[in-house]
C-alpha cells in the first residue's frame, strides 16, 4: 500500500501563487509515474503535471504550461506543485497519484490520461482563486 497526503491548498487571489505539496508513504516501486490531478464539481479528474520514475522530464496539461512547475524532494518522498500566476479556471481539488508503470517520453501523457489506472490517491486539497 501506498499513502499519498496532499497539503497547502487555500484561498488565493487571482494573480497569487500557491504551493501544493504530497507527502508520499508505504511501499516503493522500482519504476512508476507521479503526477497532480485535478476536479472541480459536475466535471472529470484532470491531469495536470507529472514525472516519470527517472525525473528526467516532466509533462504538463497546455492550460498550466509557463504557471505551474512539478518537483520532488527524494529525501523527503515529497511531491511539489508551484502554482504561480493563478487564474479562477484553476479552482479545483488538487490530487496526486502515483501509478507502478513506466513510461518515457511522449508515452507518459498517455499514462497520465489513463485517470483509472492510476494506482494509489490522496483525499485532495482543495484551491480556490478569487477574481
Known amino acids: 500500500q501506498v499513502q499519498l497526503a496532499e497539503s497547502g491548498g487555500g484561498l488565493v487571489q487571482a494573480g497569487g501563487s500557491l504551493r501544493l505539496s504530497c507527502a508520499a508513504s508505504?511501499?516503493?516501486?522500482?519504476?512508476?509515474?507521479m503526477g497532480w490531478f485535478r476536479q472541480t464539481p459536475g466535471k472529470e479528474r484532470e491531469f495536470v503535471a507529472g514525472?516519470?520514475?527517472?525525473?528526467?522530464?516532466?509533462y504538463y496539461a497546455d492550460s498550466v504550461k509557463g504557471r505551474f512547475t512539478i518537483s520532488r524532494d527524494r529525501a523527503k518522498n515529497t511531491v511539489y506543485l508551484q502554482m504561480n500566476s493563478l487564474k479562477p479556471e484553476d479552482t479545483a481539488v488538487y490530487y496526486c497519484?502515483?501509478?507502478?508503470?513506466?513510461?518515457?517520453?511522449?508515452?507518459?501523457?498517455?499514462?497520465?490520461?489513463?485517470?483509472?489506472?492510476?494506482?494509489?490517491w490522496g483525499k485532495g486539497t482543495l484551491v480556490t482563486v478569487s477574481s
Open positions: 514525472f516519470s520514475w527517472s525525473g528526467g522530464n516532466t
Open positions: 508505504g511501499r516503493t516501486f522500482s519504476s512508476y509515474a
Open positions: 497519484a502515483v501509478v507502478a508503470n513506466y513510461c518515457s517520453g511522449d508515452r507518459c501523457y498517455d499514462v497520465f490520461a489513463d485517470i483509472d489506472g492510476m494506482d494509489y
